[in-house]
């Protein structure tokens, strides 16, 4: 097969590299696939998926897992780590970070009405400028939780919560975000519940960062009432 790449163009030549790593299939059925689609990427992937495959005792057979999202990050030009791959996985509803169903990438490609990679990329100021609508934002917020904790857990390990809120809030600024994390790490030191990471959303929205409309008699999470405690102690803010 490597002789074969030989007699490819350049740009085949890439796109056969692509769509193995991606895909995972062999060298030989995925240029079957792209020559069924005449060099076509995302019709390729669409004739490779919609065939019947071998049947396979591997759960993941049928996914895109890190490495192809590390080749599609590529081709998209964005680091793995840009919150715009958090957006990109929310819109194609991704269970899990790091990996995509079939069934998860192309109803997300479908969703935002592109059809190849180019496409896709051209969306990505799009996807960006999502982050500064409040309602999306609360949906991708809440989306998160589920996305980054592993699987079977019910609750976001605290180094990985932590990442994902500084990354968050670093499009939504929230003056308390390294407090915060902070008074986990002194404090705290354990994995975040689902009602813990909704509810630091609706106090960074609703309430000042200098607690001027905190009220203590309020329905908060334990943690968030600490939290306040320990801005008192370290007189980040004054009673």
């Not at 809440?142 to 670093?170: C, P």
């Not at 915060?180 to 106090?203: G, M, P, V, Y």
């Amino acid at each position: 097969m490597i002789l074969c790449q030989h007699k490819l163009s350049r740009s085949n030549r890439d796109k056969l590299q692509q769509f193995v790593a991606i895909t995972g299939a062999s060298e030989k059925n995925a240029l079957q696939a792209l020559k069924a689609s005449d060099w076509q990427l995302e019709a390729a992937f669409d004739v490779f998926y919609s065939q019947p495959q071998p049947r396979s005792n591997d759960p993941y057979s049928d996914m895109i897992l890190a490495e192809g999202i590390s080749v599609l990050c590529s081709d998209l030009q964005v680091e793995p780590q840009d919150i715009v791959t958090l957006v990109l996985s929310w819109h194609m509803n991704a269970a899990t970070a790091c990996e995509f169903s079939k069934e998860e990438f192309f109803g997300g490609l479908q969703a935002l009405g592109v059809d190849s990679i180019g496409k896709l990329q051209e969306k990505l100021s799009f996807m960006r400028s999502e982050l500064k609508d409040e309602q999306k934002f609360h949906e991708i917020y809440n989306f998160a939780f589920g996305w980054a904790k592993e699987k079977g857990q019910k609750s976001l390990a605290l180094d990985t919560a932590i990442g994902m809120w500084q990354l968050l809030f670093a499009e939504r600024e929230w003056p308390l975000v390294n407090h915060w994390c902070d008074f986990l790490q002194d404090r705290h030191n354990k994995a975040i519940s689902k009602d813990t990471w909704a509810q630091l959303l609706e106090f960074a929205r609703t309430v000042d960062p200098a607690l001027s409309n905190y009220d203590a008699e309020g329905a908060w999470p334990y943690l968030i009432d600490e939290f306040v405690e320990y801005l008192y102690d370290k007189s980040v803010v004054e009673k």
